[in-house]
Structure formats: structure tokens, C-alpha cells
């Protein structure tokens, strides 16, 4: 299996500030790496396909980057509907792990 | 409009079988590239990736779960059926499925549904 490694776990950032979340693979996986936010009670939403492509309705304070092994979510001028805790998911092989989620509070 | 929903029992016992159904509408599982993949969440715990069945019946399953999963789908009823065997309390989670799309080398989940939250217990 190809094991999906997100830093942090947790972060604290205020409304309007800027976040960087980190997806790590245990092996190349190309730019097989989508993004999903998630909230409670409701079903995750997918943000950022194939590394780095905007999800059609997503704003673009969302945005993704990188390849290989190394990608990066980036939400810029968070807003108070952005907290939620993020997954990032590899479709480069089968299983199709996801990342153990990094959860953003309001500070 | 695609929608998705899971249904099933709430609460299980350990040692029993699970039976999950996932009703969609506004996609066919015969057109190709389409796939319905099942997602679990224990509480307080990552999203976890089950098993995925494909337009053509091919299917995929968890490695760790492979002994005790199966996924079938109904074409024609717009149903996918998970069952897990041998359930363990460890199994209780919130169970998603979720529209696969995939297009010129790109996969994602599209479409969840809601969800559906499974306790097992004795």
C-alpha cells in the first residue's frame, strides 16, 4: 500500500490568514492526489484533483501543488466556512489511501 | 443532479455480517470510467478507504479487509452492495459511498453521500 502522510495534524489559523497543509507519499504517485475537505456530519467535498486542478464551484483561495511524492494545499484568506479537517487521497494505485486528515481550527 | 445514499443497519452485533446498500442516481454504473467506492470513518478517526467496484465489474478491495469484504453492483436498481463479514466493535464507523469519476488519466470522488453511521456492539 501506498501510505499518505499529512502534516500537521492540527493548526490553528485566524479568519483571513493564510494556511499550508503538506501530503507526503511513501512512493512516487505522480500527480494521482486529490484534496477533500470534510465537516461534521456532512460528506467530504472534493477541493483539488490531480495535485493541482480546482473543482469546479471551489473558490479560488483553494489551491493545490506538487508531484511525485511532495504536494501541498494551500487556502489563502481563510474564511470561517473553510475549518474543517482536510484528506488528501492518492489514486495512483489500489488501495486508494487516504491521509490520516489535518484539522483546522479557528485561533 | 447526482445523489447518493447509503442505508443498512445502525447497529450490528459482533461476529455478524454487514449488509450496506448505496442507492445513487444521475450517473449509470454501465457508462465507462464510472465507479461507486465505499469510505468509512470511525469516530475521531481518518477516512478509510474499503473497497471500489468499476463500470465493468472490475473490483478493488483494501488489502488489511480483503477477507471479509464483497461489493456487487445492481445496474439496473442503481444499487451497490457492501458486505463485511465477522464485524468487530472496532468496525463501527460511518460508512460513505461515493461516485467515482475518471477521465484522460485523472480519478476522483465526484459525489458522496451522507453517510451512515454503523455501531457495533453486543
Known amino acids: 500500500d501506498i501510505q499518505m502522510t499529512q502534516s500537521p495534524s492540527s493548526l490553528s489559523a485566524s479568519v483571513g490568514g493564510r494556511v499550508t497543509i503538506t501530503c507526503r507519499a511513501s512512493q512516487s504517485i505522480s500527480s494521482s492526489l486529490n484534496w477533500y475537505q470534510h465537516k461534521p456530519g456532512k460528506a467530504p467535498e472534493l477541493l483539488i484533483y490531480a495535485a493541482s486542478s480546482l473543482q469546479s464551484a471551489v473558490p479560488s483561495r483553494f489551491s493545490g501543488s506538487g508531484s511525485g511524492t511532495d504536494f501541498t494545499l494551500t487556502i489563502s484568506s481563510l474564511q470561517p466556512e473553510d475549518f474543517a479537517t482536510y484528506y488528501c487521497q492518492q489514486t495512483y494505485s489500489s488501495p486508494r489511501t487516504f491521509g490520516q486528515g489535518t484539522k483546522l481550527e479557528i485561533k | ?122
Open chain 2, 1 to 122: 443532479q447526482i445523489t447518493l445514499k447509503e442505508s443498512g443497519p445502525t447497529l450490528v452485533k459482533p461476529t455478524q455480517t454487514l449488509t450496506l446498500t448505496c442507492t445513487f442516481s444521475g450517473f449509470s454504473l454501465s457508462t465507462s470510467g464510472v465507479g461507486v467506492g465505499w469510505i468509512r470513518q470511525p469516530p475521531g478517526k481518518a477516512l478509510e478507504w474499503l473497497a471500489l467496484i468499476y463500470w465493468d465489474d472490475d473490483k478493488r478491495y483494501s488489502p488489511s479487509l480483503k477477507s471479509r469484504l464483497t461489493i456487487t453492483k445492481d445496474t439496473s436498481k442503481n444499487q451497490v452492495v457492501l458486505t463485511m463479514t465477522n464485524m468487530d466493535p472496532v468496525d463501527t464507523a460511518t460508512y460513505y459511498c461515493a461516485h467515482r469519476i475518471a477521465t484522460s488519466g485523472v480519478e476522483y470522488f465526484q459525489h458522496w453521500g451522507q453517510g451512515t453511521l454503523v455501531t457495533v456492539s453486543s
